[in-house]
């Protein structure tokens, strides 16, 4: 048996949107180990167009509409995953992959945006606090993990200089991970999270250039995949560096 073939497996993906990010890359990942599954975004059209594009290349995928930061939101979503997939999956989620997020400067605190700051922790957070805390029970149904994404900035010996709102709000999710990973080991669930640094994205390419030394889509998705999978079944509550 191949541990990292998703078939009859559900899993979740939250950030999806925009063409030439990551998260398409691990959606696409996903299906083609045989997983089903459910994109989320807060963008109609972009959740739409990657679970087209999927879809017509013979995967299985539905697309979902929710701004996560809204717990109220997340929970409508995830019960609408859930209804719609109960019939094969039984109300089950084999993994949530917490991608959604977004990168921002605030610069020296004296000087920064209060609003700004709000923004990091709310796309960064509050999105996959919301995420995590609608799918909990789905993803116990199936003993499953949630992976989310870190940054080195929040990483001891990071550089958060000028990034105050983005490292903070990603420590945060890290620690959250953590905590997840400690609450739920009862319940065989398990918690990790990705920290890349540079991640060679369609933005990344066009602000940066491409001559950098960048992490590249599909190894974060194949790191992702193996969180997830059987082969990390005793891992959890960890940070993996890609670099």
């Known amino acids: 048996m191949n541990p990292l073939d998703f078939s009859n497996k559900l899993i979740v993906i939250t ?3 925009r063409a030439g990010q990551v998260g398409e890359a691990i959606a696409l990942g996903f299906a083609q180990r ?3 599954l459910a994109l989320l975004d807060v963008q109609q059209a972009e959740v739409d167009a990657r679970t087209a594009a999927l879809v017509a290349q013979g995967f299985r995928a539905t697309g979902h509409v929710a701004n996560l930061a809204d717990a109220a939101a997340a929970q409508a979503a995830a019960d609408q995953v859930r209804e719609q997939t109960r019939a094969q999956f039984h109300g089950a989620v ?3 992959i917490c991608v959604a997020g977004g990168f921002g400067t605030t610069g020296a605190l004296d000087s ?3 609003a700004q700051w709000h923004k990091q922790f709310m796309i960064n957070l509050d999105t996959a606090y919301g995420a995590t805390r609608a799918f ?3 993803v116990r149904a199936a003993r499953g993990s949630f992976v989310y994404f870190g940054s080195v900035a929040a990483l001891p ?3 958060p200089a000028g990034l105050a709102a983005y490292a903070s709000a990603k420590s945060a999710v890290l620690t959250m991970m953590r905590a997840v990973a400690a609450d739920e080991r009862a319940n065989g669930v398990r918690a ?3 920290v890349p640094t540079q ?3 369609a933005a990344n390419s066009a602000s940066m250039g491409d001559d950098k030394d960048y992490v590249e889509r599909e190894s974060v998705a194949d790191v992702v995949a193996f969180l997830t999978s059987a082969l990390a079944r005793n891992i959890s509550g960890q940070a993996i560096k890609l670099a």
């Open 15 to 17: 950030g999806v949107g």
């Open 34 to 36: 045989g997983a089903t």
């Open 192 to 194: 990790n999270a990705v």
């Open 157 to 159: 010996g990071g550089k």
């Open 199 to 201: 991640v060679r994205t």
């Open 136 to 138: 909990l029970p789905a």
């Open 112 to 114: 920064s945006d209060a």
């Open 94 to 96: 084999h993994a949530v």
